[in-house]
T-cell receptor, first 115, second 112 residues
């Protein structure tokens, strides 16, 4: 079974530029998450989708971050304009709806450096 | 709100030593508890989980027991290997939204 796919793996941009990350979850997984992991910290949830609807985006900095999952499958996370403090790994994850114990599967992450 | 507190790192051990990484939590309701591992340059991988009190999760020689009375989920391994060198994250999931709340991670280095 294919895992969670993310691209690009690495991106370096200048501050005030924009960047987009793409995620394709495990086939059949209704729930998709984007997490931000700053170096030395645990991942922090940015946004959670169920199918193509937003469940929780309370920690998403909406003045610069946006995310969509238009067809309820793959998703895009955009940052515009980027700030230095956005340097982090952006992790996409997915899970089945109602799976016992809620196992969440993570992609390898997209590493962003803002200079 | 939910929170997870992990033992501060980094932790350095010799091969075949005993490992304990402490994890305590605060949560509403009855959370599920997880340990994830992150090898260098890779994403998070689920190591083990427990969904109710007194459950023991185990995988690859690692174990953790869900202790409701002490709100803890400590990770243990009897004999670590160099290949266990990684960052370990304790996490919980609770509520209808089923989101993960992570601890800050513990860097483990095992020396030959």
């Amino acid at each position: 079974e294919a895992g969670v796919a993310q691209s690009p793996r690495y991106k370096i941009i200048e501050k005030r530029q924009s960047v987009a990350f793409w995620c394709n979850p495990i086939s059949g997984h209704a729930t998709l998450y984007w997490y931000q992991q700053i170096l030395g910290q645990g991942p922090k949830l940015l946004i959670q989708f169920q199918n193509n609807g937003v469940v929780d985006d309370s920690q998403l900095p909406k003045d610069r971050f946006s995310a969509e999952r238009l067809k309820g499958v793959d998703s895009t996370l955009k940052i515009q304009p980027a700030k230095l403090e956005d340097s982090a790994v952006y992790l996409c994850a997915s899970s089945l709806l109602g799976e016992g114990g809620n196992t969440i599967y993570f992609g390898e992450g997209s590493w962003l450096t803002v200079v | 709100g939910n929170s997870v507190t992990q033992m501060e790192g980094p932790v350095t051990l010799s091969e075949e030593a005993f490992l304990t990484i402490n994890c305590t939590y605060t949560a509403t309701g009855y959370p599920s508890l997880f340990w994830y591992v992150q090898y260098p340059g890779e994403g998070l991988q689920l190591l083990l989980k427990a969904t109710k009190a007194d459950d023991k999760g185990s995988n690859k020689g690692f174990e953790a027991t869900y202790r409701k009375e002490t709100t803890s989920f400590h990770l243990e391994k009897g004999s670590v290997q160099v290949s266990d060198s990684a960052v370990y994250f304790c996490a919980l999931s609770s509520g209808s939204a089923r989101q993960l709340t992570f601890g800050s991670g513990t860097q483990l280095t095992v020396l030959p």
